[in-house]
């Protein structure tokens, strides 16, 4: 059974850092694409960042998040992290990691509906 749990949420002032975790169980992160997701209240999910099957390693960023956030695999430990450096109190929210059903895919998607199976979520907040 698939199950994915988010880790590494707090509170950091602007400027700060946090690195958050994907735990994952009941699969091989190294075969899977994987999303990271955040909504902030009143708003829509949107994606933030995703890393393709391990074969490939190809990695997206959405754009305000391009150059501050960076996304790895740690095959060996079955985890995802996402490094998230020069916090901005815009990306106060909460963030989710992803994965969709199919493996072996040489690109992933910042698309919400290109995933099948979410963590619970871990909440962010940059605030001075």
């Known amino acids: 059974q698939v199950h994915l749990m988010e880790t590494g949420g707090g509170s950091v002032q602007p400027g700060g850092s946090l690195k958050l975790s994907c735990v994952a169980s009941?699969?091989?992160?190294?075969?899977?694409?994987i999303g990271w997701f955040r909504q902030a209240p009143g708003k829509e999910r949107e994606g933030v960042a995703c890393?393709?099957?391990?074969?490939?390693?190809?990695?997206y960023y959405e754009d305000s998040v391009f150059g501050r956030f960076t996304v790895t695999k740690d095959n060996a430990e079955n985890m995802v992290y996402l490094q998230m450096d020069s916090l901005k109190p815009e990306d106060t929210a909460t963030y989710y990691c992803?994965?969709?059903?199919?493996?072996?895919?040489?690109?992933?998607?910042?698309?919400?509906?290109?995933?099948?199976?979410w963590g619970q979520g871990t909440q962010v907040t940059v605030s001075s």
């Open positions: 890393v393709s099957s391990s074969l490939y390693n190809n990695k």
């Open positions: 009941g699969f091989i992160s190294e075969y899977y694409a």
């Open positions: 992803a994965i969709p059903d199919m493996s072996g895919t040489r690109y992933c998607s910042l698309r919400d509906d290109q995933y099948d199976h």
